[in-house]
């Protein structure tokens, strides 16, 4: 089966960090994109990040713009999320999801994860 | 960025109903348009790509159609399942965007 599992998500004061990890398995990992995105109580759905194939980073939203990296372990099937720097706008159910067609960045997500809760508070 | 506007938020129906969404795009995205349903707890389901492609394995009683700017997403006849929440996304620009979500409830 196809599937992507977060976690890692957590209570954490402003201004700390927390890493974010998604494992993945049923494909070949190595092949496609992969993202963060992100739904913060009452907004939106947000794209948060994401990086190719092979590591490269594909780009940030604004709004986590020098706070936040993504990375990825191809051997372990696994995508990380760095987070520094949090803020309580940060607070938001993470998902990682799979780019639906494989060695490109077309921004159709077709394998979700159920997510990992991030709250950010003093 | 480009702005995705959904209508409307929220929709009682019946089983059985045709129901309709809408999604606006700010500005031109072509087909560059997915559909999603997420229901509590549940992983999002892509739906819906590039405006009109249904994906593998979702059934057949939904579809998309539209361009440009106006999109719509048709369950044509509404299963006890699809009751959940469905938002439209533009994967024409970065950053890619989401609209606001369309609930579908019971009458």
């Known amino acids: 089966e196809v599937q992507l599992v977060e976690s890692g998500g957590d209570w954490v004061q402003p201004g700390r960090s927390l890493r974010l990890s998604c494992s993945a398995s049923g494909f070949t990992f190595r092949d496609y994109a992969l993202h963060w995105l992100r739904q913060s109580p009452g907004k939106a759905l947000e794209w948060v990040s994401g990086?190719?194939?092979?590591?490269?980073?594909?780009g940030r939203a604004a709004s986590v713009q020098g706070r936040f990296s993504i990375s990825r372990d191809n051997p372990n099937s696994a995508l990380f999320l760095q987070m520094d720097s949090l803020t309580v706008e940060d607070t938001a159910l993470y998902y990682c999801?799979?780019?639906?067609?494989?060695?490109?960045?077309?921004?159709?997500?077709?394998?979700w994860g159920r997510g990992t809760l991030v709250t950010v508070s003093s | 960025d480009i702005q995705m506007t959904q209508s409307p938020s929220s929709v009682s129906a019946s089983v059985g109903d045709r129901v309709t969404i809408t999604c606006r795009a700010s500005?031109?995205?072509?087909?560059?348009l997915a559909w999603y349903q997420r229901k509590p707890g549940e992983a999002p389901k892509l739906l819906i790509y590039?405006?009109?492609s249904l994906e593998g394995g979702v059934p057949s009683r939904f579809g998309g159609s539209g361009s440009g700017t106006e999109f719509t997403l048709t369950i044509s006849s509404l299963q006890p399942e699809d009751f959940a929440t469905y938002y439209c996304?533009?994967?024409?620009?970065?950053?890619?965007?989401f609209g606001g979500g369309t609930k579908v409830e019971i009458k």
């Open positions: 500005q031109d995205i072509g087909s560059w």
């Open positions: 590039a405006a009109s």
């Open positions: 990086v190719t194939w092979t590591g490269g980073t594909i």
């Open positions: 996304q533009q994967a024409h620009s970065f950053p890619p965007g």
């Open positions: 999801a799979r780019e639906r067609k494989r060695s490109s960045v077309n921004y159709f997500f077709d394998i």
